[in-house]
Each structure stands twice: as C-alpha cells, then as structure tokens.
C-alpha cells in the first residue's frame, strides 16, 4: 500500500531539518539540547505548533532554492569566497591554502577562485576567514531582503541567530555574487530535498 501525504507535509518535512536549533531553542526553552530539538522537529504531533511558534509556512517556504534551504551557511561561505577571491587567489603559501580551506571547505575555495580574476580587491584586515565569513553573510542578508517574505522566513530560521544580527550590506552586488553561488552547485545539489 502506498503511503500518500499532501504537499504541505511533505514541505514541512524538508523544511523540518533546516531549521537551526537555537530558533528552536528561543522559541521553547534555551535550555533545550540538540538531540530533544532534533526530536521535537522530527514529532509529526507537534509539528503544527512549531510551525506557529516559528512562523514557517512550510508550502510558500519551498518555493526557496533546495540549495539554499540545504545549507544556507554553506552558500554565505560561496558568496564571500566570490567576494574575496582576489586574496584567495593570492594565497601562495601551502600551509595558508590549507589552512583556508579546512575553513571555508573545498567547494568555496574552488568557487573564490574561479571568481578571483574578475573580483574587486577588499579589504580584510589580515583575517580572510573572518572577513570571507563576514561579508559572505551580509551577501546572503542583501539578497535575502529582496526575497519574498516566505523565503526570507524560511532561510532565516535555518542561519543560526547570530549571522542575523548584523544588517546587511552590499545591495548592489548581492544578485550576481549569489548568482554566481547558486551555479557553482551541481545538478543534483540544485533539485535535491532538503
């Protein structure tokens, strides 16, 4: 017998395992672990009341790119690693390479440097991690704010709170940086649940 759900349960499911524990966590109780916010997600009886303690709508929220809903911290990384990758590029020193890309991961490593040539120079005050890290996620905040609002809720709930402190900046660049993000995923990675 086949098992049916309607398309609001099967959203709710993939939106279930991006949501960021301490959204969770500041929702209920602070003292909550992740293994209990990882159960709560998963009880299909309590699913509705996260729902509105959270503020998802789990059918308009998939709408948002399956890359984006996977690992949005992932593409705050790609994005600042586009930003940066003028001084990704520069990195001449074995260790450093290394260094950064234990980091920021191997996929934004490759991204900073097909994007090196053509990237402005930016400051990074001697820590390109941080400043990667940093200007990555005002990227993704400028970008998200022209989002539709069920979108934006979504990717909101999944970046951890403090990503989300700072205001965004960079309106001007923020389309084609994540552009240039959502390419560098492959197929499968584009249309998989998240």
Do not use: K
Request: hydrophobic share 45%; with cysteine.
């Amino acid at each position: 017998m086949m098992e049916s759900s309607s398309p609001s349960r099967q959203a709710s499911r993939r939106i279930d395992r991006s949501v960021h524990p301490d959204h969770v966590r500041a929702a209920l109780d602070p003292r909550l672990s992740d293994a209990t916010v990882a159960r709560l997600l998963a009880c299909e009886r309590l699913r509705a009341r996260l729902d509105v303690c959270l503020g998802s709508d789990a059918v308009e929220a998939a709408t948002a790119p399956a890359w984006l809903r996977t690992d949005p911290a992932e593409a705050a990384l790609r994005a600042g690693a586009v930003l940066h990758g003028r001084a990704i590029r520069s990195l001449l020193a074995a260790r450093a390479v290394t260094d950064l890309i234990t980091a920021i991961g191997r996929e934004a490593h490759a991204l900073g440097l097909r994007h090196g040539a053509e990237a402005p120079p930016r400051e990074n005050n001697g820590d390109l991690e941080g400043a990667i890290r940093r200007d990555g996620a005002d990227c993704l905040g400028a970008w998200l704010r022209r989002q539709p609002a069920p979108v934006r809720a979504v990717i909101s709930l999944a970046l951890p709170p403090s990503m989300l402190a700072a205001e965004a900046q960079g309106d001007d660049e923020a389309e084609a940086v994540m552009a240039a993000v959502a390419q560098s995923y492959t197929p499968e990675e584009v249309t998989q649940d998240a």
